[in-house]
């Protein structure tokens, strides 16, 4: 690992795979230019990228608690694809509180990969409570995790195929059955469903919270 490219694997590495992919999963559900997208947990931009090269400027806001991936995705990988004009700085925020409500701005819809994964059960109903905020009725907010069997109880530890991830009931990184998920955003204005399998070559799932009306 090069000091170059030290930001990319410090968000998971398979760049190119899979910021191309959420590109795409969003697009089929829905995601056009004119639409204003929060990345939570956006890190160096590995799907950033790819998103504000096709929204339109000044359409992409990121959030991340890493102020040096922030940094990287701006400085490195924004500037080398020539699309500083596209993103103003100012719509990259660090914060490790999830408070999208910061930018002043209501989103069409927010995406979060490989975020949940990383959290315990009271940080994502934590960061649900945050993006219903700023999110309107009907607006839908995608989130990828590790599953584990839904059947109870649920597995202390569980290995994730493909990619041989070892996921844990308590500690980073976490595994969620659907139903956890879905008790996380009890009481909170969400729905939610199971996707699943949406093509991650790590085997995390997705998860659609559709917002409510309050």
């Not at 994502?124 to 584990?148: D, M, Q, W």
């Not at 699943?196 to 659609?208: E, K, Y």
Request: glycine share 10%.
């Amino acid at each position: 690992m090069s000091a170059e490219t030290a930001h990319r694997e410090e968000v998971g590495g398979l760049w190119d795979a899979v910021g191309e992919l959420q590109l795409s999963f969003l697009r089929v559900h829905g995601l056009t230019p004119g639409m204003k997208l929060l990345d939570m947990g956006c890190g160096s931009l590995r799907g950033g990228v790819r998103f504000v090269a096709f929204l339109d400027p000044d359409h992409y806001f990121g959030i991340d608690s890493n102020p040096a991936l922030l940094d990287a995705g701006y400085d490195v990988e924004i500037a080398a694809r020539g699309l500083q004009p596209r993103l103003p700085r100012a719509n990259l925020l660090q914060d490790d509180t999830f408070a999208a409500r910061r930018f002043g701005v209501t989103f069409d819809m927010a995406v979060a990969v490989s975020l949940f994964s990383h959290l315990p059960w009271n940080s994502i109903r934590r960061c649900l409570a945050e993006v219903a905020l700023v999110l309107p009725p009907g607006a839908s907010f995608f989130a990828s995790y590790f599953e584990s069997p839904a059947e109870p109880p649920a597995a202390t530890t569980w290995i994730q195929e493909p990619g041989g991830i070892t996921t844990w009931i308590d500690r980073d990184p976490f595994h969620y059955r659907p139903a956890d998920l879905a008790a996380c955003a009890g009481g909170l204005p969400w729905r939610f469903e199971r996707i699943g399998d949406w093509g991650h070559p790590r085997a995390q799932r997705m998860a659609r919270f559709v917002r409510l009306a309050d």
